[in-house]
């Protein structure tokens, strides 16, 4: 313990803590780390979920029969677990197509009189699946008016929708990173502005480029954990607040179960963790860089 508050707390010969020039670092870099975790929050969540649709709808195939051709549902059933690869044809009774919907209409929104087709839940063996012409053909037979799901074309949709706000996120932490970047070396001129004397005289009695850059790259790093860890409190809260309000939503049958899960894993924890050592380290490398990159300039 006692390194590590050395490491954090090295003795300085250039007073830093003196100026006020990173006073306001601290919260630049909260504000920088609560925007990047709320984004990749945003992104495993986002993934998570397609990923979830994804092994929910592996192996299985949705037939509609229309209403008004009920008569032709047993027919159907039949021809469709004759199919060489079908492991089950089972229909989806009244009370679970009302909870299809409940999402979307809420409970109790007396849909029970309107004309809604009848839904035949197929489910593939997986050793030696039916193909979808099989399928096709079975139907015709059967039931002409039936019409086969197309799950795999809507989910290949939703990938595409997916990716493209993954790339929204992405830019969005990447921004985020150059901003923080920036922010960190305006600070760091301006403290050197500050304390040109001390640092002139540091380089003219032989002291090293990497020395007098250690004086500031340890400041920005404590200021830049500092802020971090603000940064990641203000995201944790907002994230549990959003998951409470989710999991209240779904409780009363809104519409926010049909909304991606804001709960992450402990492993998702732990990767927006990571934001504080990644913050810490932007902050002394950029630091260091700039003071090194200022003294290479000086006579």
């Known amino acids: 313990m006692t390194r590590i ?7 300085l010969d250039v007073p830093l803590e003196r100026d006020g020039s990173g006073r306001f ?39 509609q029969l229309p209403p008004g051709h009920a008569g032709e549902l047993e027919k159907l059933l039949g021809a469709l677990r004759a199919t060489p690869g079908v492991k089950s044809a089972e229909p989806l009774d009244d009370a679970a197509n009302m909870k299809l919907l409940e999402p979307w209409l809420g409970p109790g929104a007396g849909v029970e009189d309107l004309p809604l087709p009848r839904l035949i839940d197929i489910r593939l063996d997986p050793a030696a699946p039916a193909t979808r012409a ?9 039931a ?11 989910l290949a949709g939703l990938f595409a929708t997916a990716f493209a706000i993954e790339l929204v996120a992405a830019a969005i932490l990447a921004l985020v990173g150059g901003a923080a970047v920036l922010s960190i070396v305006f600070a760091t001129r301006t403290s050197l502005a ?40 203000a995201a944790a809260l907002t994230l549990l607040a959003l998951g409470h309000a989710q999991a209240a939503g779904s409780a009363l049958g809104g519409v926010a179960t049909a909304l991606p899960r804001t709960g992450l894993t402990p492993a998702e924890w732990g990767s927006l963790l990571l934001l504080l050592p990644i913050a810490g380290l932007t902050a002394l490398v950029t630091a260091r860089m700039t003071v090194l990159g200022a003294l290479a300039r000086m006579p």
Not at 5 to 11: D, E, N, Q, T
Not at 43 to 62: C, E, K, P, Q, Y
């Open 5 to 11: 508050a050395r490491l954090l707390r090295p003795h």
């Open 25 to 63: 670092l601290p919260w630049i870099i909260a504000l920088m780390v609560y925007l990047a975790a709320l984004a990749l929050a945003g992104m495993m969540a986002l993934h998570g979920a397609v990923g979830r649709w994804d092994r929910a709808l592996a192996g299985t195939v949705t037939v």
């Open 134 to 142: 099989s399928l096709a053909a079975a139907i015709a037979a059967a």
């Open 144 to 154: 002409p008016a039936a019409r086969l799901g197309d799950d795999r074309r809507w």
């Open 194 to 233: 500050i304390h040109h004397g001390v640092v002139e005289v540091l380089h003219l009695i032989g002291a090293r480029d990497t020395y007098t850059a250690a004086q500031f790259q340890w400041q920005a790093l404590r200021l830049g954990l500092r802020g971090a860890v603000l940064g990641l409190v």
